[in-house]
């Protein structure tokens, strides 16, 4: 099954850009999402579609995929960034499956 | 407005059953793939099963294959989970996510999710 690798933390001041890569085999020719969930929440759709925002979410959130690497930026960074956030793609080669990466905590210094 | 509400979640011991409820609104249930996502005490979230909008077609992780059946009842707008043989390593907040996809090439991301139910299992 297709295997999608987040680092475990990344750290950013505030005001600062932060950046988290999602890795996978050829996941440029995919399709990728992101949420962010803060602790005792649901899950957020922020990214869809490699760099689309749903409704709501602020601009300083943008994406991009190329390659064996997509990632997340989020400009200007808030204290109220703080929170876990995954990447998500479906993988159509195996039994439809929709895949999420492990997660990343995102600490704003 | 759309929204989910799952219920069922509860204590069972291992080997038990339990099913999973969620009551959808706000939205035209019958035309969305419908999904159960999972995360364990401190873990990621973990893709459970999904069903298409007739249920013609449904698709599980290879943990959950012959112990859990989702289902849908379109004329109620629910989802249903039912969980059989139970496993410690089953104990998770159960969220139901609706599906949607964008463009030309599906894609398939969980755009509205409910507050998630807690399935414990545990002797």
């Known amino acids: 099954s297709y295997v999608l690798t987040q680092p475990p933390s990344v750290s950013v001041a505030p005001g600062q850009t932060a950046r988290i890569t999602c890795g996978g085999n050829n996941i440029g020719s995919k399709s990728v999402h992101w949420y962010q969930q803060k602790p005792g929440q649901a899950p957020v759709l922020v990214v869809y579609?490699?760099?689309d925002r749903p409704s709501g979410i602020p601009e300083r959130f943008s994406g991009s995929n190329s390659g064996n690497t997509a990632t997340l930026t989020i400009s200007r960074v808030e204290a109220g960034d703080e929170a876990d956030y995954y990447c998500?793609?479906?993988?159509?080669?195996?039994?439809?499956?929709?895949?999420f990466g492990g997660g990343t905590k995102l600490t704003v210094l | 407005e759309v929204q989910l509400v799952e219920s069922g979640g509860g204590l069972v011991q291992p080997g038990g059953s339990l099913r999973l409820s969620c009551a959808a609104s706000?939205?035209?249930?019958?035309?969305?793939?419908m999904s159960w996502v999972r995360q364990a005490p401190g873990k990621g979230l973990e893709w459970v099963a999904n069903?298409?909008?007739?249920?013609?077609?449904?698709y599980y992780v290879d943990s959950v294959k012959g112990r859990f059946t989702i289902s849908r009842d379109n004329a109620k707008n629910s989802l249903y989970l039912q969980m059989n043989s139970l496993r410690a390593e089953d104990t998770a907040v159960y969220y139901c996510?609706?599906?949607?996809?964008?463009?030309?090439?599906?894609?398939?991301?969980?755009?509205?999710w409910g507050q998630g139910t807690l399935v414990t299992v545990s002797s």
């Open positions: 579609d490699d760099s």
């Open positions: 996510a609706r599906e949607d996809s964008s463009g030309p090439v599906p894609s398939f991301y969980f755009d509205y």
């Open positions: 998500q793609v479906w993988d159509s080669s195996s039994d439809h499956q929709r895949v």
């Open positions: 069903i298409k909008q007739d249920g013609s077609e449904k």
């Open positions: 706000g939205f035209t249930f019958s035309s969305y793939w």
